[in-house]
């Protein structure tokens, strides 16, 4: 479990949560087989919000973010993201996807293509930019991630925090008006941690609607405006962050909480 040592104050004036809704989930139901893994979610999010995710291993995390831009398909119940229906026979997937970033433990990026490619592929083939304007965008947003020297090198002759930076960046590339972020500093070392956690800080600063699954309690009490809590398939328990660290109500968050902190 890493602190941030921020090295300097956090910018809150572009950090406002609206009152327009980015994401509602209504009565939402998921089942694996016959295993239910999410259980009448409700949860609806401002644009602007900046939402961690917390609970233990196998709660059900991942599962509901990966919903949220149909990874995952819900069997019952409502999920509308900026204001298009994500209905459970997955029409307008598309759209959803083209509007929702994610970033992953694992980086997931294509081997085989340099850092530029990986971040144009998307842009060129899904919203046909031109391959000029994409490679512009791309350099735009590798440089916001701080690695534009490294546009021409293969994820492999990356360290894993910068092919983390460069899964952002790519993600942005698409211009996304929410981030989902899935523990995304889980895989990488101690020190390139921080340089991840600076990144989304600084999209969290820009006022970027973010959902992020993570065990960066540092983050969550600095960055978040809100906490959630899932325990077992539900949305046990939500709060902002001091209140949900200093005076969590349930005895699972509890419990929860002095096994991480
Ligand atoms: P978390 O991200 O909180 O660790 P997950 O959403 O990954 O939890 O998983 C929730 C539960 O669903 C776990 O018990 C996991 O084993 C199960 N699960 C996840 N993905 C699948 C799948 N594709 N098929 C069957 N069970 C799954
Ligand atoms: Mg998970």
Known sequence: MSDLATE?????????????????????????????????????????????IAGPSGSGKSTLIRCLNALEEHQ??????????????????????????MVFQHFNLFPHLTILENCTLAPIW???TPKREAEEIAMHFLEKVKIPEQADKYPGQLSGGQQQRVAIARSLCMK???????EPTSALDPEMIKEVLDTMIELAEEGMTMLCVTHEMGFARQVANR??????????????????FNNPRSERTKLFLSQIL
């Open 176 to 182: 996304p008006r929410i981030m989902l972020f899935d």
């Open 76 to 101: 019952q119940g409502r999920i509308v993201v900026d204001g298009t229906v994500l209905s459970n026979d997955l029409k307008n997937i598309d759209k959803i996807r083209s509007e929702v970033g």
């Open 8 to 52: 300097r104050e956090i910018d809150r004036s572009k950090m406002q949560v609206s009152d327009e809704i980015a994401i509602e989930i209504s009565n939402m139901n998921k089942w694996f087989g016959a295993f239910h893994v999410l259980r009448d979610i409700d949860l609806t999010v401002y644009n602007g919000e900046r939402i961690v």
């Open 227 to 244: 906490v959630i809590f899932m325990d077992q398939g539900q949305i046990v328990e939500q709060n902002e962050p001091e209140e949900f």
């Open 126 to 128: 899904v919203r046909k």
